[in-house]
């Protein structure tokens, strides 16, 4: 059985401020630093798992809990993608608003529907990221807000071309990433409805396992608490 597994990074100093990070760039907290040596720890016990890629986002707080975990489990020899695919769902305007705040100048309703749901978008920015890590990219890719459909639509690209590729040839890979980007992978693997997603929660820094056949097909799936 080949394995796939899932990383959300630990905690960031804009989770520990209940702040939208989306495409923010913000360092881990020291809570977070914590989380991410446990989580590769609980990776080392992992039964057979030997990974022969890693694959990040080109956010800090990914990056780093990335490099955290490779570093505990001896795997830095390994090469690692970060790609702008596996970022953060990009929180448009809200991103560097508090969330109690957001609940209070929109409703709270209207705010889980952003943050919860499929297809809602949240008020977008006037204009792309201006950052130096994007600037060789078509700037009309590059999000202005997205939902959480958006998000899986510019991720599945890479898991299939870049993942999924290795995974069929028998090679174990991992994956460190955000609550939303992996939320929506985890969507499309798993095939949850649109209802059902809402319900899906990634903590930080818990490892998720999946076990797959020769034809990519789930047949275990744990998550290390």
Not at 65 to 76: Q, R, S
Not at 105 to 123: C, N
């Amino acid at each position: 059985m080949v394995k796939l597994v899932l990383i959300r990074h630990g905690e960031s100093t804009a989770n520990a401020d209940n702040v939208y990070t989306g495409w923010n760039d913000v360092p881990l907290s020291a809570k977070g630093v914590e989380q991410a040596k446990q989580a590769g720890l609980k990776v080392q016990k992992i039964a057979d798992f030997m990974p022969t890629h890693i694959h990040t986002s080109v956010l800090s707080r990914a990056i780093i809990t990335a490099n955290i975990v490779a570093e505990v489990c001896h795997f830095l020899y390994l090469p690692i993608t970060k790609t702008w695919r596996l970022n953060e769902r990009h929180y448009g305007a809200l991103r560097g608003i508090n969330k109690d705040v957001s609940r209070k100048v929109f409703g709270k309703e209207q705010v889980l529907e952003w943050r919860r749901s499929f297809d809602s978008v949240p008020p977008k920015l006037a204009q792309p990221v201006q950052d130096r890590r994007y600037q060789a990219y078509d700037m009309g890719l590059m999000p202005q807000g997205e939902s959480l459909h958006q998000t899986q639509q510019r991720l599945m690209p890479y898991y299939w071309d870049n993942v999924a590729p290795k995974l069929a040839a028998g090679q174990d890979q991992l994956i460190v990433a955000h609550g939303s980007s992996l939320r929506a992978l985890i969507k499309k693997l798993e095939h949850i409805n649109n209802q059902d997603i809402v319900k899906v929660e990634v903590p930080n820094a818990q490892p998720i396992v999946y076990s797959f056949d020769k034809n990519l097909k789930i047949i275990k799936k744990q998550i290390l608490k």
